[in-house]
């Protein structure tokens, strides 16, 4: 983005690859929150006129947006109109096999945590909890939702192919199941399986609609609240605590873990879907641990810690279960 110099020794060099990243997630996240794809999407190539009015801006800021956008292959400029360019094409809109535009709308909020982090390190948490801001911009819960929604899409064949039930499970307890992903592949997979799914309200906004279209109002049912405290219920054949455990505590974490494994029936199971810390750090786990901090105050755990967590709990056998993806599977046998 940025080539400060042509000098091959400073190749890589902070302005070059930390400002020209800054200005890249800038201009895409702001893109997608002003709407550029979606209405050259739904609207066709425009002209930097057609473009500023379609999204109800200016023009000089809309083609600063829009040409850094270009350069990076995102849109295209020709003959005077932007249009959406073939990265647009393959990743954004409905038209894509994967829409990631929820991604870019939770990058543009999370700028916004990120931009709090050196004080969160000076205090050893951040001000304000993802939650506590979502109450004060539940836009931002929904836009996180929408994101996780299609993540676990790259990977939900996966996990359901990869999840052990035991024999004749009847009744899924999906803690922080939000989007209903997994309890809808699942149902789906095993026709005698029915789940609850417990979340925040923000978080099961648009997850009653995709259960009706689903055909699976009648086996899969929504309970809007906190996992954190209280009776989760009994009789469960397997509990998914899927890509939650990062975003608390160890006490909670383990608090959560043991009334889960209360809730499980005799030879029940408890599934946890994590990215697992390692004995060094990795590229991707050390990103992720780092936003979790900022996000949450929290971070990402090793495969001792969660094994503990279940076998401190009663839980008799744990195995680990590898994924084509960052995650892994850490389940528990009661």
């Given at each position: 983005m940025f080539q400060t110099t042509t000098d091959a020794e400073l190749t890589g060099n902070p302005i070059d690859e930390v400002i020209g990243s800054t200005i890249r997630y800038a201009a895409l996240t702001t893109a997608a929150k002003l709407g550029v794809f979606a209405v050259l999407e739904d609207g066709g190539p425009k002209t930097l006129d057609e473009l500023a009015a379609a999204i109800g801006?200016?023009?000089?800021?809309?083609?600063?947006?829009?040409?850094?956008?270009?350069?990076?292959?995102?849109?295209?400029?020709?003959?005077?109109?932007?249009?959406?360019?073939?990265?647009?094409?393959?990743?954004?809109?409905?038209?894509?096999?994967?829409?990631?535009?929820?991604?870019?709308?939770?990058?543009?909020?999370?700028?916004?945590?990120?931009?709090?982090?050196?004080?969160?390190?000076?205090?050893?948490k951040p001000a304000q909890s993802l939650w506590e801001r979502w109450a004060d911009n539940p836009g931002a819960g929904r836009d996180f939702a929408a994101y996780m929604k299609v993540k676990s899409r790259l990977t939900v064949d996966a996990i359901v192919d990869a999840?052990?039930?035991?024999?004749?499970?009847?009744?899924?307890?999906?803690?922080?199941?939000?989007?209903?992903?997994?309890?809808?592949?699942?149902?789906?997979?095993?026709?005698?399986?029915?789940?609850?799914?417990?979340?925040?309200?923000?978080?099961?906004?648009?997850?009653?609609?995709?259960?009706?279209?689903?055909?699976?109002?009648?086996?899969?049912?929504?309970?809007?609240?906190s996992f954190l405290s209280g009776d989760l219920g009994s009789g469960y054949d397997v509990v998914f605590l899927f890509e939650i455990v990062h975003n608390h505590t160890d006490a909670e974490n383990?608090?959560?873990?043991?009334?889960?494994?209360?809730?499980?029936?005799?030879?029940?199971?408890?599934?946890?879907?994590?990215?697992?810390?390692g004995e060094r750090p990795e590229p991707h786990n050390a990103a992720f641990s780092l936003a979790m901090y900022a996000c949450s105050g929290d971070r990402t755990y090793s495969l001792p810690e969660i094994s503990g967590w279940l076998t401190d709990a009663g839980l008799k056998t744990v195995e680990r279960i590898s994924l084509p993806s960052s995650v892994s599977l850490v389940v528990g046998s009661k």
């Amino acid at each position: 983005m940025f080539q400060t110099t042509t000098d091959a020794e400073l190749t890589g060099n902070p302005i070059d690859e930390v400002i020209g990243s800054t200005i890249r997630y800038a201009a895409l996240t702001t893109a997608a929150k002003l709407g550029v794809f979606a209405v050259l999407e739904d609207g066709g190539p425009k002209t930097l006129d057609e473009l500023a009015a379609a999204i109800g801006a200016g023009t000089d800021g809309t083609r600063a947006v829009a040409d850094v956008a270009a350069v990076l292959g995102w849109l295209t400029l020709e003959d005077g109109r932007y249009r959406n360019g073939p990265l647009a094409e393959r990743w954004l809109g409905k038209d894509a096999e994967f829409d990631f535009t929820p991604a870019l709308l939770w990058a543009y909020e999370l700028t916004n945590v990120l931009w709090e982090l050196p004080q969160a390190v000076r205090d050893g948490k951040p001000a304000q909890s993802l939650w506590e801001r979502w109450a004060d911009n539940p836009g931002a819960g929904r836009d996180f939702a929408a994101y996780m929604k299609v993540k676990s899409r790259l990977t939900v064949d996966a996990i359901v192919d990869a999840v052990p039930l035991p024999d004749g499970a009847r009744r899924l307890l999906d803690l922080g199941g939000s989007h209903g992903l997994h309890s809808l592949a699942m149902c789906r997979r095993h026709p005698g399986l029915s789940a609850t799914i417990l979340d925040l309200p923000e978080a099961l906004a648009d997850t009653g609609t995709a259960i009706e279209q689903a055909g699976l109002a009648d086996r899969i049912t929504l309970q809007r609240g906190s996992f954190l405290s209280g009776d989760l219920g009994s009789g469960y054949d397997v509990v998914f605590l899927f890509e939650i455990v990062h975003n608390h505590t160890d006490a909670e974490n383990r608090d959560l873990i043991a009334r889960a494994a209360k809730a499980l029936r005799p030879g029940g199971r408890i599934a946890i879907l994590e990215d697992v810390r390692g004995e060094r750090p990795e590229p991707h786990n050390a990103a992720f641990s780092l936003a979790m901090y900022a996000c949450s105050g929290d971070r990402t755990y090793s495969l001792p810690e969660i094994s503990g967590w279940l076998t401190d709990a009663g839980l008799k056998t744990v195995e680990r279960i590898s994924l084509p993806s960052s995650v892994s599977l850490v389940v528990g046998s009661k």
